[in-house]
T-cell receptor, first 114, second 112 residues
Framework: DTEVTQTPKHLVMGMTNKKSLKCEQH?????MYWYKQKAKKPPELMFVYSYEKLSINESVPSRFSPECPNSSLLNLHLHALQPEDSALYLCASSQEGASTDTQYFGPGTRLTVL | EDQVTQSPEALRLQEGESSSLNCSYT??????LFWYRQDPGKGPEFLFTLYSAGEEKEKERLKATLTKKESFLHITAPKPEDSATYLCAGIAYSGGYQKVTFGTGTKLQVIP
């Protein structure tokens, strides 16, 4: 099974709201990723977690706050977002984050910021 | 700066009309290349990983090949259900983590 699940599927929020995106995998993977994808653009890496520790933050604004409570779960906390943050947010996981590992993606959360 | 370029941007084929998608890359320390398929509003679905020049992989109507400068995804006798955006991505290993650079994709439409 190579399934990564994400909830919710869709999210609409105002600029003053606080919300969270959730990602879960039960493949025993130890590397997890958050990507942002704007319409007709490729996915762009935001964060990398390796063994539940934040390894990479690709200069993402602090209004996005990732959290990895355990090896199966990855959250993305959202606060004071801007309309330009509207996008498809994708979670992925890979076995250990080694160069030869395959990244498996979830279905994404479509976020709209009003 | 690492760069992955895909062509054409969009491709319209008749059902059964074979064709190839191109992915050219300049990725420092390239370790391999991914191919994914993405349907609208959904996450990328893994197709292939290619690690070295000369390598070929096949899955149903799809065949991916890799040279030192580019990769091709050949689609043989496509069906309407093959309609999707196909993404390639260069894999590097930097600072202790896997770094993936995606191309902008080729949007394939297969007409019955």
């Amino acid at each position: 099974d190579t399934e990564v699940t994400q909830t919710p599927k869709h999210l609409v929020m105002g600029m003053t709201n606080k919300k969270s995106l959730k990602c879960e995998q039960h493949m025993g993977h130890r590397a997890m990723y958050w990507y942002k994808q704007k319409a007709k653009k490729p996915p762009e890496l935001m964060f990398v977690y390796s063994y539940e520790k934040l390894s990479i933050n690709e200069s993402v604004p602090s209004r996005f706050s990732p959290e990895c409570p355990n090896s199966s779960l990855l959250n993305l906390h959202l606060h004071a977002l801007q309309p330009e943050d509207s996008a498809l947010y994708l979670c992925a996981s890979s076995q250990e984050g080694a160069s030869t590992d395959t990244q498996y993606f979830g279905p994404g959360t479509r976020l709209t910021v009003l | 700066e690492d760069q992955v370029t895909q062509s054409p941007e969009a491709l319209r084929l008749q059902e059964g009309e074979s064709s190839s998608l191109n992915c050219s890359y300049t990725v420092s320390g390239l370790r391999g290349l991914f191919w994914y398929r993405q349907d609208p509003g959904k996450g990328p679905e893994f197709l292939f990983t290619l690690y070295s020049a000369g390598e070929e992989k096949e899955k149903e109507r799809l065949k991916a090949t890799l040279t030192k400068k580019e990769s091709f995804l050949h689609i043989t006798a496509p069906k309407p259900e093959d309609s999707a955006t196909y993404l390639c991505a260069g894999i590097a290993y930097s600072g202790g983590y896997q770094k993936v650079t995606f191309g902008t994709g080729t949007k394939l439409q297969v007409i019955p």
